[in-house]
């Protein structure tokens, strides 16, 4: 069994997992989860890896924070990475969790050696239409109101509205959703799609000297599966899973894992 050790650092609660002189990976997650997110991968990875797992602020575990730009989301990142004393790190990043590792490589490209975007959209117009439940929870009127009042049941209605297939989730990631505040979460997706409006990724990437590789479900209902291709011209390798939705980690956690080792240099 990989113990873990858990801490508050720099505004956010960071969970680590194995060897302290392995490699470093830093895994960061999307809007409305946390570093639950990764839990499937993790024992995994931590065999071979030093895993580094966050929770954003006002996501999870972490109190809500100032602001929740895209920019200022990467130098609180860069900022824990100091204070581990860590660099030259393999920085993972879903869904939206890939807008802040892209961010931190261009700001902080001293600290990262790759970037993985698993399920990150490209660009504003590869986002598909939101399930309803999700529209229902988020969407005023009935947003502020419903949010407060979530079931388990609800959370993991919303949650599998974003897989292809339903999958199980432990307790630990239903808490560290029930967790997140509505005004947080809301700022979050603005500042996100404020990031993404501003210059699609491709374009941000390719201004970075850094090797990326992505990983996208040919199922996933939230980003059009086929965008992936907008990530050709910068990316080393783009792997499609197949009947996977929008959380890979989840869904096909054995396929996924062997694809972040092999990405990191540390396959079996």
Not at 26 to 52: D, K, Q, T, Y
Not at 189 to 202: D, F, I, S, V
């Amino acid at each position: 069994m990989i113990e873990s050790e858990t801490a508050h650092l720099q505004g956010m609660h960071v969970v680590q997992a194995g060897p302290r002189e392995a490699p470093p990976v830093l895994l960061i997650h999307g809007s409305g989860a946390s570093g639950a997110f990764w839990g499937p991968v993790v024992p995994g990875l931590a065999e071979r890896r030093r895993v580094v797992r966050i929770d954003l602020p006002g996501c999870g575990q972490s109190p809500p924070a100032a602001s929740y730009e895209v920019t200022a989301q990467a130098d609180r990142v860069a900022a824990l990475l100091d204070e581990l004393g860590l660099a030259d790190v393999d920085v993972v990043g879903h869904s939206s969790g890939g807008y802040v590792a892209t961010a931190l490589a261009g700001r902080r490209a001293d600290l990262v050696r790759s970037l993985v975007l698993m399920s990150t959209g490209p660009s504003p117009d590869a986002l598909l239409p939101q399930p309803a439940i999700l529209k229902l929870m988020l969407a005023p009127p009935f947003g502020p109101l419903l949010w407060p009042r979530r079931s388990d049941a609800m959370i993991r209605k919303g949650i599998n509205a974003t897989a292809a297939k339903a999958v199980e989730l432990p307790e630990e990631l239903i808490a560290g959703v029930r967790n997140i505040p509505y005004r947080a979460f809301r700022t979050l997706l603005a500042c996100n799609g404020a990031y993404l409006a501003e210059r699609a990724m491709p374009e941000r990437l390719a201004a970075l000297d850094v090797p990326v590789f992505v990983i996208f479900g040919d199922a996933d209902p939230r980003w059009e599966p086929s965008s992936a291709r907008d990530y050709e011209p910068v990316a080393g390798r783009i792997a499609m899973l197949p009947g996977v939705g929008h959380l890979p980690a989840l869904e096909a956690p054995e396929a996924t894992l062997d694809l972040l080792l092999a990405f990191t240099g540390a396959e079996l």
